[in-house]
Every structure is written in C-alpha cells, then in structure tokens.
C-alpha cells in the first residue's frame, strides 16, 4: 500500500498534517492511529486463528472418518 511513498512524500504529508492539526493535536493523532491499527490487527489475528481452528477440525474429522 505504501511501497510507492519515498522519504521526501512521508516529509510532505507530516508537514501536511502538521500545517493542519498544529502540533499540540499530532502526538494525539498519531496515538489514536495507532491504536485503532493495533485494535484491527487483533481483531483480523483472532479471526484467522478461528478460521484456522476450524480448518484443523476439519482435517481432524475427514481422518476420523476414513
């Protein structure tokens, strides 16, 4: 998603951001940005773990059976 932006395009949109937000809010949106990206990353972790349990079980069962 990011492969394509080089340092000088992330110095551009961290002047971006700061021009608008000022720096008193930045800290707290960086914060809140990676909250929600660590709170996403747990959410999708816990949905690929059942996924793969119920993969496992699936095997578990076709073994069982033959």
Do not use: C, Y
């Amino acid at each position: 998603m990011f492969n394509n932006i080089g340092v000088s395009g992330l110095i551009i949109i961290l002047a971006i951001a700061l021009i608008v937000f000022g720096p008193a809010k930045l800290p707290q949106l960086g914060r809140a940005f990676g909250d929600t990206l660590r709170e996403f990353r747990n959410s999708t972790k816990g949905i690929v773990d059942e996924d793969l349990d119920e993969k496992v079980t699936i095997v578990e069962l076709e073994k069982g059976k033959s």
